[in-house]
């Protein structure tokens, strides 16, 4: 079944809903406060993913084997987010990260070359769990994880002459954050975060790429209300 973001984000929203109390009126601060509530998050930067093995099979029998090394590229996360008033915050999330081949090898013996293949594009519908760490400043660090469920798009190409199909696989998505906040108003923080994601075993359709990870980090804003 193809994976639905317009099904998912809904579901996921709903989840913070359910779990939550009723929001306290008025703004928070996204840290120690014991107000509490609804917010947007919006949050963009880079992402790495790092050196991927893969293997190319034919009705089972492996072909060729090596290995991508990936450019940087844009990443991006946004959505809704509850604030329990006690240090801990959930959010539900639209996460969209990728990397473009730079460079590849064929370990298969023999002199073959890849064309235009192991690009890598990953999106997914996130909840991601955070504990702000109490200061008696307007800086606030803290740390975050979280999962959900997405797609791993990749592309077609040529492998020693052969040519490779590009697919779009449903698998698990996770990721994790260590970040810091600064509070620019009563209703709304900036903030920096180094994440790690990744995702489960990708198989698409000619090429096993096993799992993918990356690097990366964002800058952006809450805002509540």
């Excluded at 406060?33 to 992402?47: A, I, N, Q, T």
């Excluded at 890849?114 to 519908?125: L, N, P």
């Excluded at 077609?156 to 490779?164: A, F, L, M, S, W």
């Excluded at 779009?168 to 900036?190: C, I, M, P, R, W």
């Amino acid at each position: 079944m193809a994976f639905s973001l317009s099904k998912a984000l809904p579901a996921l929203a709903l989840l913070l809903a359910s779990s939550s109390a009723p929001a306290i009126a008025g703004g928070h601060k996204f840290d120690s406060s014991d107000e509490g509530g609804f917010y947007l998050s919006v949050g963009g930067g880079v992402s790495q993913i790092t050196s991927n093995d893969w293997d190319y099979a034919v009705e089972g029998k492996k072909q060729f084997e090596g290995d991508f090394e990936y450019d940087s590229r844009f990443a991006f996360e946004g959505g809704l987010g509850y604030d329990f008033g006690n240090q801990f915050r959930l959010e539900a999330t639209y996460l969209t990260f990728g990397g473009e081949v730079n460079s590849s090898t064929v370990d298969t013996t023999g002199s073959y070359s890849t064309t235009d293949v192991g690009d890598i594009y990953v999106s997914a519908a996130m909840a991601t769990a955070y504990y702000d760490f109490k200061t008696d400043s307007q800086i606030t660090p803290y740390i975050g994880g979280g999962a959900g469920f997405g797609t791993v798009n990749t592309v077609d190409g040529d492998i020693g002459g052969r040519e490779v199909y590009g697919d779009a696989h449903q698998t698990v998505v996770y990721q994790f954050k260590l970040g810091v906040s600064y509070e620019v108003a009563d209703n709304s923080d900036l903030f920096l975060e180094g994440t790690y994601a990744g995702t489960g075993h990708v198989d698409a359709k000619d090429i096993d790429y096993g799992t993918i990870t990356a690097w990366g980090g964002r800058a952006g804003l809450r805002f509540s209300f």
